[in-house]
């Protein structure tokens, strides 16, 4: 049969994000896949070369779209780890909740994609709903709904506001009294089975040689979680599970995916519970003419796409003198997309690569 | 940190510079030669999972430093290797022709991020099967990541060099 090249995006339905997928089809098998980013490269580690240390949060945020508050958080501890900054024990815990509350919002985005894609439209639009609840949340605690810019060094912004947890509490019990109805509707579903099993499998062994963190691992049954491994925050106060599966397919990674926003309510309850009072900031100092002392530093959360770190280097200036990112979409979406679309249909494209949970402006940056 | 791997470190290869910043990191330093040794050395040890390669431009050194940022998976039947633990290999090559071989043959994830290194620092990896482009769209004379490249400056040449909509009606 005749090979012929197929571009799959920027402009494509079953695309996701600013990202294209050059293609070599024989019939409608996938014969070999280059990933195509670029379609959004800001070169915001470049600009954050000519910002001072405090100003380079608006641009940290953006670099993932969906879940602003890890990057937030990797950038403000690579500062604290350079400057040296304590951060008070009531802060860790906000920022564990408040991590957790971003993991659940983009987990329900990244549902709201994958169902959308497969043609679940009305599971798409629930949680599409339910995640403008959490940004309502978020909107009361920071005044932003998207970019947040609430974690900073030396612990958060401010404080929650009174009756906030109440009102989490409530929103989260009202999320989570949907899921019968979701796993009726959508992860139930025979249909999605049938769409998703088997599909843009990757074997335990080929996803650790390239590079594969978050539920790419995680659906092969590796129990991989920086949170576990090396705790950051408030996550070694509580006791909480990695939800594993076996298989290694789009559908294991949905479902871990789903396992992990119910642990994470979980484990908000939960943090919630043993959360002390006290300051949630240490002061620092004047941030504008804030010099860090020179030394390179490296720093890893997880989140919510896997393994997210940042390499910093400071020259003992008023700005940081090399910034890198290691965003998990980028291993995912450029190394792993290329090997799992091999063989597969031109109508699973989108289905992978979105079970893959890469977002784009995470690999432009 | 693990005391034997350090020991076994320095005496397997000569002329590492090897740290122990904090608890669970470990810097080691290595001449451009040992780079490959070095690495395959520490993934045979269980050190099996790239996070990232990056590179710093030290311009008035004259240098760039590449970084190999890596640490274990933690699912192998050695368990001396700590998952929590971060190993820091850095080596320093001249800023000109900068040239180091690929390490794809080790870990396959290298391969984005030398391709970005190519594009964005101008550093050549022997051995690397496409240093094509990987986000950029133009040329540039100078790679944008070096720190003699003005971004301000550039932005200033490049698109105030194309005229205003509009203004060519105004000449008339």
Same mark, same amino acid.
């Given at each position: 049969?005749?090979?012929?090249?197929?571009?799959?995006?920027?402009?494509?339905?079953?695309?996701?994000?600013? #990202?294209? /997928?050059?293609?070599?089809?024989?019939?409608?098998?996938?014969?070999?896949?280059?990933?195509?980013?670029?379609?959004?490269?800001?070169?915001?580690?470049?600009?954050?070369?000519?910002?001072?240390?405090?100003?380079?949060?608006?641009?940290?945020?953006?670099?993932?779209?969906?879940?602003?508050?890890?990057?937030?958080?990797?950038?403000?501890?690579?500062?604290?780890?350079?400057?040296? +900054?304590?951060?008070?024990?009531?802060?860790?815990?906000?920022?564990?909740?408040?991590?957790?509350? $971003?993991?659940?919002?983009?987990?329900? !985005?990244?549902?709201?994609?994958?169902?959308?894609?497969?043609?679940?439209?009305? $599971? $798409?639009?629930?949680?599409?709903?339910?995640?403008?609840?959490?940004?309502?949340?978020? =909107? =009361?605690?920071?005044?932003?709904?998207?970019?947040? /810019?609430?974690?900073?060094?030396?612990?958060?912004?401010?404080? !929650?506001? *009174?009756?906030? *947890?109440?009102?989490?509490?409530?929103?989260?019990?009202?999320?989570?009294?949907?899921?019968?109805?979701?796993?009726?509707? #959508? !992860?139930?579903?025979?249909? #999605?089975?049938?769409?998703?099993?088997?599909?843009?499998?990757?074997?335990?062994? *080929?996803?650790?040689?390239?590079?594969?963190?978050?539920?790419?691992?995680? $659906?092969?049954?590796?129990?991989?979680?920086?949170?576990?491994?090396?705790?950051?925050?408030?996550?070694?106060?509580?006791?909480?599970?990695?939800?594993?599966? =076996?298989?290694?397919?789009?559908?294991?990674? +949905?479902?871990?995916?789903?396992?992990?926003? +119910?642990?994470? %309510?979980?484990?908000?309850?939960?943090?919630?519970?043993?959360?002390?009072?006290?300051?949630?900031?240490?002061?620092?100092?004047?941030?504008?003419?804030?010099?860090?002392?020179?030394?390179?530093?490296?720093?890893?959360?997880?989140?919510?796409?896997? =393994?997210?770190?940042?390499?910093?280097?400071?020259?003992?200036?008023?700005?940081?003198?090399?910034?890198? #990112?290691?965003?998990?979409?980028?291993?995912?979406?450029?190394?792993?997309?290329?090997?799992?679309? %091999?063989?597969?249909?031109?109508?699973?494209?989108?289905?992978?690569? /979105?079970?893959?949970?890469?977002?784009?402006?995470?690999?432009?940056? | 940190?693990?005391?034997?791997?350090?020991?076994?470190?320095?005496?397997?290869?000569?002329?590492?510079?090897?740290?122990?910043?904090?608890?669970?990191?470990?810097?080691?330093?290595?001449?451009?030669?040992?780079?490959?040794?070095?690495?395959?050395?520490?993934?045979?040890?269980?050190?099996?999972?790239?996070?990232?390669?990056?590179?710093?431009?030290?311009?008035?050194?004259?240098?760039?430093?590449?970084?190999?940022?890596?640490?274990?998976?933690?699912?192998?039947?050695?368990?001396?290797?700590?998952?929590?633990?971060?190993?820091?290999?850095?080596?320093?090559? @001249?800023?000109?022709?900068?040239?180091?071989?690929?390490?794809?043959?080790?870990?396959?994830?290298?391969?984005?991020?030398?391709?970005?290194?190519?594009?964005?620092?101008?550093?050549?990896?022997?051995?690397?099967?496409?240093?094509? @482009?990987?986000?950029?769209?133009?040329?540039?004379?100078?790679? @944008?990541?070096?720190?003699?490249?003005?971004?301000?400056?550039?932005?200033?040449?490049?698109?105030?060099?194309?005229?205003?909509?509009?203004?060519?009606?105004?000449?008339?």
């Amino acid at each position: 049969m005749r090979e012929l090249e197929l571009y799959f995006g920027p402009q494509h339905l079953g695309m996701v994000g600013n #990202f294209s /997928i050059t293609l070599k089809v024989e019939g409608d098998r996938v014969v070999k896949a280059d990933a195509n980013p670029g379609y959004l490269h800001r070169g915001f580690e470049k600009l954050m070369e000519q910002r001072s240390w405090i100003k380079n949060f608006p641009m940290v945020c953006r670099i993932n779209v969906v879940e602003p508050d890890s990057m937030e958080l990797a950038y403000a501890t690579a500062v604290e780890s350079l400057a040296g +900054i304590e951060v008070p024990e009531r802060a860790q815990f906000i920022r564990s909740i408040y991590l957790e509350l $971003a993991r659940v919002g983009s987990h329900l !985005f990244g549902l709201w994609a994958y169902s959308n894609m497969l043609g679940f439209d009305t $599971a $798409a639009q629930w949680a599409m709903y339910h995640r403008d609840l959490v940004l309502d949340l978020f =909107e =009361e605690l920071t005044g932003g709904r998207v970019y947040h /810019i609430y974690i900073w060094p030396g612990g958060v912004r401010r404080d !929650f506001p *009174e009756g906030f *947890e109440k009102r989490l509490v409530e929103t989260l019990h009202s999320i989570g009294g949907c899921v019968p109805d979701y796993d009726a509707c #959508f !992860f139930d579903n025979r249909l #999605f089975y049938d769409r998703a099993a088997g599909i843009g499998k990757i074997t335990r062994e *080929e996803a650790m040689e390239m590079g594969g963190t978050g539920q790419a691992l995680r $659906a092969t049954g590796v129990p991989y979680d920086v949170r576990k491994i090396e705790p950051y925050a408030a996550y070694d106060k509580v006791p909480w599970e990695v939800p594993t599966r =076996e298989d290694g397919d789009a559908f294991s990674r +949905i479902w871990v995916v789903r396992d992990e926003m +119910i642990e994470s %309510v979980h484990m908000i309850f939960k943090l919630l519970d043993e959360m002390p009072k006290g300051d949630v900031y240490n002061r620092i100092p004047n941030p504008f003419k804030w010099r860090i002392p020179e030394g390179e530093t490296y720093v890893r959360c997880e989140s919510s796409r896997g =393994e997210l770190g940042l390499y910093l280097v400071s020259d003992g200036g008023d700005k940081p003198y090399r910034v890198h #990112f290691r965003t998990p979409s980028y291993p995912h979406g450029l190394t792993i997309l290329e090997k799992a679309l %091999v063989g597969e249909s031109i109508s699973d494209v989108g289905n992978i690569m /979105i079970s893959l949970y890469v977002v784009a402006p995470e690999i432009d940056r | 940190m693990d005391r034997a791997l350090i020991d076994s470190l320095s005496s397997t290869f000569d002329a590492l510079r090897v740290e122990v910043p904090r608890e669970d990191r470990l810097t080691v330093q290595a001449p451009r030669d040992a780079v490959m040794s070095v690495l395959s050395f520490l993934k045979g040890r269980g050190y099996d999972h790239l996070h990232m390669v990056s590179c710093v431009d030290w311009m008035e050194e004259g240098q760039f430093e590449l970084v190999y940022v890596l640490s274990a998976y933690g699912t192998g039947q050695d368990s001396a290797s700590n998952p929590g633990e971060e190993i820091i290999l850095k080596t320093r090559i @001249p800023r000109e022709l900068p040239t180091v071989v690929s390490s794809i043959s080790l870990f396959k994830n290298a391969e984005p991020y030398e391709r970005e290194i190519h594009e964005l620092f101008g550093v050549r990896f022997e051995g690397h099967p496409r240093l094509t @482009p990987l986000f950029l769209e133009r040329d540039y004379e100078i790679p @944008p990541f070096r720190k003699d490249f003005d971004t301000r400056q550039y932005v200033e040449d490049f698109f105030g060099s194309i005229p205003p909509v509009g203004e060519e009606d105004q000449d008339v």
